[in-house]
């Protein structure tokens, strides 16, 4: 009995000491979870013919919603987390779940697209790329990362200040023509 309760304390103090170096971790100047690479989502979210975008206050562009993959998660989870804290919304993935779930195996929702991109000289994003549709949820600002959030038909995306990238733009537009064409073709309730 008394390994047991020494198990149970070894487990309590090495987990608050992996929460404690997370937190450290995400609280360091560098918030990366690995010096040369990491993992992330970048969510297009679509609702009435228009793109969710944010425009981020330290990189002072226009993006997706999105962010790391923490390491208590995959990637929808991570997906569906970022919309809720950077929007408040909840939000649907688009995409196909093969029908492999047994146990010790769940089937993720493939992302859309995959890149890499480039953060500094030393240190790369490999984004996972989904396209979504909101559930419910009203827009707000994440004032703490965000300078503004904003609905933008495929026109407006041109006129945004300070110009959103080629490649961002290309997804917006790639999400809004997929996602709208299926709303299109779908039956209507009866």
Same mark, same amino acid.
């Given at each position: 009995?008394?390994?047991?309760?020494?198990?149970?304390?070894?487990?309590?103090?090495?987990r608050?000491?992996?929460?404690?170096?997370l937190?450290y971790?995400?609280?360091a100047?560098?918030?990366?979870?690995?010096?040369?690479?990491?993992?992330?989502?970048a969510?297009?979210?679509v609702?009435d013919?228009?793109?969710?975008?944010i425009?981020?206050?330290?990189?002072?562009?226009?993006?997706?919603?999105?962010?790391?993959i923490?390491?208590?998660?995959? +990637?929808e989870?991570? *997906? =569906?987390?970022?919309? %809720?804290?950077?929007?408040?919304?909840? $939000?649907?993935?688009?995409? !196909?779940?093969?029908p492999?779930t047994? +146990?010790?195996?769940? *089937? =993720?929702?493939?992302? %859309?697209?995959?890149?890499?991109?480039? $953060?500094?000289?030393?240190h !790369?994003?490999?984004?996972?790329?989904?396209?979504?549709?909101?559930?419910?949820?009203?827009?707000?600002?994440?004032?703490?990362?965000?300078?503004?959030?904003?609905?933008?038909?495929?026109e407006?995306?041109?006129?945004l200040?300070?110009p959103?990238?080629?490649?961002?733009?290309?997804?917006?537009?790639?999400?809004?023509?997929?996602?709208?064409?299926?709303?299109?073709?779908?039956?209507?309730?009866?």
């Open positions: 009995m008394k390994n047991a309760s020494n198990a149970g304390e070894t487990a309590v103090r090495s608050t000491l992996r929460d404690g170096c937190d971790l995400l609280a100047a560098m918030p990366h979870l690995h010096e040369l690479i990491d993992f992330t989502v969510i297009f979210i609702h013919a228009k793109v969710l975008v425009h981020h206050k330290k990189l002072n562009k226009w993006l997706p919603i999105g962010g790391h923490e390491l208590d998660e995959d +990637p989870q991570a *997906a =569906l987390r970022e919309a %809720r804290e950077e929007s408040g919304l909840e $939000i649907e993935l688009v995409g !196909e779940r093969p492999t047994e +146990p010790g195996t769940r *089937a =993720l929702i493939a992302p %859309r697209f995959l890149d890499i991109h480039r $953060i500094s000289d030393t !790369e994003h490999i984004g996972m790329i989904y396209f979504a549709r909101v559930k419910h949820g009203t827009t707000t600002l994440a004032a703490e990362e965000h300078h503004d959030i904003r609905w933008c038909s495929s407006e995306l041109d006129a200040s300070p959103m990238s080629a490649a961002v733009q290309w997804y917006c537009r790639t999400a809004l023509r997929e996602l709208s064409d299926r709303a299109d073709h779908r039956e209507t309730p009866r």
